[in-house]
């Protein structure tokens, strides 16, 4: 792999002149993405392999291994430009910036092909399926700055949960580029990461959301949007806590019909707990999120704009293991029982490395 880069960044200087814009190029396929690659015809192996042959365009195959084979090999990466094809969801793609050394610079150079259960980052670009990734890989060169979004931890440790069990301790910082969200949302997205309910798709989600609704969803804290001119407080206990850039989580969940993640700014979308009627109270929320973002207009839910001139604190207290399970983009934190967490845009950067998708 090093030596297949090698010779491409000596070509590159020897042939300033000469672009080529699949140059320095790796393809990583993330096998347990949405429904995993089990037994299926591999989008590499029939349609991207031999496109790149064709086009006689070198290029580097990293298949995973494990949950730490996108953060290895974004570890090992140094100074340069990286042209980087994930074949993935966006929990993947959060994996490989969050791993960027801090000690290397240059830019990243991100093409998504949506193999994965949301894929929000793709749904947000216009594609709406693979083939039109791999149309978009081969003919346009047309990368915009990915913006981002730090998250500052609270101070007692955190720690990424896989399977419901604890994997490693969370970083004090950490970027997200699609959703950070807590309650409801981040309690399915947390059942529904088993191996087990992967395989049924974007059904593990609705699967998740019945048996959370049969629990009381009530999570104690409050948020405070603020800058330097003005101070929003956004009351809780919560039901349902959401902040994204995002327009939409699958294809027909409009969670935010302003989101465009080309303008740097987020959107919280929450709503309180309800003690009796739980189940139609959030399941016409729910289904008004797929009914073209209704829910935005519901008395009952809040919609708020945080442009890249405020921040967002959320500060909560919550003795229950599983009301203080956090998801930031698809992957799934576990705080301590109380603390605060800081969000704040933060442009198209991590680190020293610049980000750009191929829009
Ligand atoms: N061989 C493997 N063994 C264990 N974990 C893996 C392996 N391959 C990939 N993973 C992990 O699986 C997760 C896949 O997440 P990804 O977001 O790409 O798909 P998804 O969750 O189906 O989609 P989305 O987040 O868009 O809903 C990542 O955390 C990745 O590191």
Not at 197 to 226: C, D, V, W
Not at 305 to 329: A, I
Request: charged share 20%; with cysteine.
């Amino acid at each position: 792999m090093g030596g297949c880069q090698g010779r491409q960044r000596l070509q590159h200087q020897e042939n300033q002149d000469i672009y080529t814009p699949l140059e320095n190029l790796t393809i990583i396929d993330s096998v347990k993405s949405g429904t995993g690659r089990d037994g299926k015809a591999s989008i590499y192996h029939h349609i991207i392999k031999p496109t790149l042959d064709h086009l006689k365009v070198p290029h580097n195959y990293v298949v995973t291994t494990s949950g730490d084979t996108i953060g290895a090999f974004s570890r090992q990466l140094t100074q340069g430009t990286h042209k980087i094809v994930l074949i993935s969801g966006d929990t993947s793609v959060n994996e490989l910036i969050n791993s960027l050394s801090s000690d290397q610079h240059g830019q990243i150079r991100l093409v998504v092909i949506p193999l994965g259960t949301g894929n929000s980052l793709s749904l947000a670009l216009g594609i709406s399926n693979e083939l039109e990734a791999v149309k978009r890989l081969v003919t346009s060169n047309e990368f915009k700055p990915l913006n981002l979004y730090t998250i500052k931890f609270p101070e007692d440790p955190s720690y990424v949960l896989h399977e419901g069990t604890q994997v490693r301790p969370a970083p004090s910082e950490m970027k997200f580029l699609v959703v950070f969200s807590w309650g409801f949302h981040a309690s399915l997205v947390a059942d529904s990461d088993t191996a087990e309910m992967r395989k049924f798709g974007l059904e593990r989600f609705k699967m998740a959301a019945m048996s959370n609704l049969e629990a009381p969803q009530h999570y104690e804290g409050t948020t405070k949007i603020s800058s330097d001119k003005d101070t929003r407080e956004v009351a809780g206990p919560y039901a349902y806590w959401v902040l994204t850039p995002s327009r939409r989580f699958e294809p027909t969940f409009e969670i935010s019909p302003s989101g465009n993640i080309f303008n740097d700014e987020m959107y919280l979308v929450s709503f309180g707990p309800r003690d009796t009627d739980q189940t139609p109270y959030i399941m016409e929320i729910m289904t008004q999120a797929y009914n073209g973002g209704a829910h935005i207009h519901n008395g009952s839910v809040s919609y708020e704009q945080v442009d890249s001139t405020h921040q967002v604190r959320l500060k909560y207290h919550q003795d229950q293991e599983n009301r203080r399970r956090f998801c930031v983009d698809g992957a799934v934190i576990l705080a301590p029982p109380s603390g605060e967490f800081r969000v704040r845009a933060c442009g198209h950067k991590q680190q020293k490395w610049e980000i750009f998708v191929l829009g």
